[in-house]
């Protein structure tokens, strides 16, 4: 099975810099997708970015990059510029190819952005 | 933009009570699916479908049954409401069955069991 894991179950940042969250997962597939979602105080589950395995440029996605090490299996998120309005839970997922492509889940970063 | 709706932002139910929880997307998604999140336990998958009348069990099914009649609405069912199903459930889609596309999320609906 699929393992995702978390190890930092809270961080803080201060406004305009930067932090990284970080995720690592066991598997012996060959090719998957990996996912960071955001989950903001009360508010939906949203799509922060995707990388697929088989590519190994990082994926980046405006002030959100990752730092994909498939040989660590090792997929940190980094935010820079921090906004107030990063403050979320951000849960680092593996998709399952042979589960109806459903997501393995960590347990989720809380994060507090700071004036 | 996609929109994931769920039939209750809170719900509270009496144990032995059968409880529905409705979900529906408005973009012709093919999987949808079930989680279950809870603190420091992240969200873990209870059932999903990609197909109507299609469904698989997920990784905590026990207690749980689902129902997809109709591509565009996936319900699940508490048959009989335990306290330990007391959560926050949260409903997703995503648009094929061939690849590990996004998923897109509900609201969530936070289930209280007494």
């Known amino acids: 099975a699929q393992t995702v894991t978390q190890s930092q179950p809270e961080m803080s940042v201060q406004e305009a810099e930067t932090v990284t969250l970080s995720c690592t997962y066991d598997?012996?597939?060959?090719?998957?997708?990996l996912f960071w979602y955001k989950q903001p105080p009360s508010r939906q589950m949203i799509l922060v970015i995707r990388?697929?395995?088989?590519?190994?440029q990082n994926a980046t996605e405006n002030r959100f990059s990752v730092n994909f090490q498939k040989a660590a299996k090792s997929f940190s998120l980094k935010i820079s510029d921090s906004q107030l309005g990063d403050t979320a839970m951000y849960f680092c997922?593996?998709?399952?190819?042979?589960?109806?492509?459903?997501?393995?889940f960590g347990k989720g970063t809380s994060l507090l952005v700071t004036p | 933009d996609v929109k994931v709706t769920q039939s209750s932002r809170y719900l509270v139910k009496r144990t032995g009570e059968k409880v529905f929880l409705e979900c529906v997307q408005d973009?012709?998604?093919?999987?949808m699916f079930w989680y279950r999140q809870d603190p420091g336990l992240g969200l873990r998958l209870i059932y999903f479908s990609y197909d109507v009348k299609m469904k698989e069990k997920g990784d905590i099914p026990e207690g749980y049954s689902v129902s997809r009649e109709k591509k565009e609405r996936f319900s699940l069912i508490l048959e009989s409401a335990s306290t330990n199903q007391t959560s926050m459930y949260l409903c997703a889609s995503s648009l094929t069955s061939g690849s590990v596309d996004t998923q897109y999320f509900g609201p969530g609906t936070r289930l209280t069991v007494l």
């Open positions: 598997t012996s597939e060959n090719n998957y997708y």
């Open positions: 997922a593996f998709g399952r190819i042979n589960s109806g492509y459903a997501l393995n």
């Open positions: 973009m012709d998604h093919e999987n």
């Open positions: 990388q697929e395995a088989y590519k190994q």
